[in-house]
Nanobody, 121 residues
């Protein structure tokens, strides 16, 4: 059973930063993605990275502010979130599966339980 555990959520002020981490309990190297769901809204993709770390995707709302990275080919991925905005407030989920550059969510098959990020003054 593959399990994903997110960490690093919390409260940040507008303009501040948070760093989320996701650890996947598997020896197989997966593509990993970050998604978020705000209250009353559908889940949306934020960023994804391929299994070897050589390819990645960012959604337009976070380009230039968020950075995805992974520890080599290990199933440990980080999401550095800078210049946070109140509209970034959401539950953030990581997922693991196959990385598709044209549809990040389509390949994800394992999901974490999420970590809450609140951006407020």
């Amino acid at each position: 059973q593959v399990q994903l555990v997110e960490s690093g959520g919390g409260l940040a002020r507008p303009g501040g930063s948070l760093r989320l981490s996701c650890v996947v309990s598997s020896s197989k190297s997966y593509g990993i993605g970050w998604f978020r769901q705000a209250p009353g809204k559908e889940r949306e993709v934020i960023s994804c990275i391929s299994s070897n770390g050589g390819s990645w995707y960012y959604a337009d709302p976070v380009k230039g502010r968020f950075t995805i990275s992974r520890d080599g080919t290990e199933n440990r991925v980080h999401l550095q979130m800078d210049s946070l905005k109140p509209e970034d407030t959401a539950v953030y989920y990581c997922a693991a599966g196959t990385y598709y550059s044209d549809n990040c969510q389509a390949g994800m098959i394992f999901w974490g339980k999420g970590t809450l990020v609140t951006v407020s003054s």
